[in-house]
């Protein structure tokens, strides 16, 4: 499986709003709802935004959302705060897993 | 609350072996695959294997196959990946992960706080 597709970096400045995409194939982004969304700070863990392509965890704030056309899945930040400010990785499983190679997202 | 805490950073030489603990607590350990996942500095997630907790089954990313073992021991809760012939580009934070547990689906949530392996001569 090769890597997900995800620009490098992106950026917004607050109160606006962003997306960052994930784009596979239709063997996997394309098939299945699997798709996940992690926030990754410097220098701590991933942690889980958005599962099954757009259902938040409890905690999540509802500025995040998450959506998918063919192959290609998104997550928006509205509101963008500057906590906001991250990596963010996709991520596709479907017999193994595979992460996209990471955006960084700076708020101006 | 349902945590995961891993062992502490290494340092080894290149050939040579390391093996990395994820202690599991809040949860029922045998309920929930775990996965493995590494980050090189400064680069992005790489996705190892999982480990099948209840029956010890597991299911390893190709590039990692003949080097990689994860097991278990479900009398003290905790996990472990095990890594062997070890070269400069493992050099990496190793994370354990706990499986959603919902059939068709994966996500990973929580993560474990990484454990930093350093290769180096």
């Known amino acids: 499986q090769s890597a997900l597709t995800q620009p490098a970096s992106v950026s917004g400045s607050p109160g606006q709003s962003i997306t960052i995409s994930c784009t596979g194939t239709?063997?996997?982004?394309?098939?299945?709802?699997?798709v996940s969304w992690y926030q990754q700070h410097p220098g701590k863990a991933p942690k889980l935004m958005i599962y099954?392509?757009?259902k938040r965890p409890s905690g999540v704030s509802n500025r995040f959302s998450g959506s998918k056309s063919g192959n290609t899945a998104s997550l928006t930040i509205s509101g963008l705060q500057a906590e906001d400010e991250a990596d963010y990785y996709c991520?596709?499983?479907?017999?193994?897993?595979?992460f996209g190679g990471g955006t960084k997202l700076t708020v101006l | 609350q349902v945590q995961l805490v891993q062992s502490g950073a290494e340092v080894k030489k290149p050939g040579a072996s390391v093996k990395v603990s994820c202690k599991a607590s809040?949860?029922?350990?045998?309920?929930?695959?775990m996965h493995w996942v590494r980050q090189a500095p400064g680069q992005g997630l790489e996705w190892m294997g999982w480990?099948?907790?209840?029956?010890?089954?597991?299911n390893y990313a190709q590039k990692f196959q003949g080097r990689v073992t994860m097991t278990r021991d479900t009398s003290i809760s905790t996990a472990y990946m095990e890594l062997s012939r070890l070269r400069s580009d493992d050099t990496a934070v190793y994370y354990c992960?706990?499986?959603?547990?919902?059939?068709?689906?994966?996500?990973?949530?929580?993560w474990g706080q990484g454990t930093l392996v350093t290769v180096s001569s």
């Open positions: 991520c596709s499983y479907a017999g193994s897993g595979v």
């Open positions: 099954e392509g757009s």
């Open positions: 992960a706990r499986d959603s547990a919902v059939a068709g689906t994966v996500w990973f949530d929580p």
């Open positions: 809040g949860y029922t350990f045998t309920g929930y695959y």
């Open positions: 480990i099948n907790p209840n029956s010890g089954g597991t």
């Open positions: 239709s063997s996997d982004v394309g098939s299945y709802n699997l």
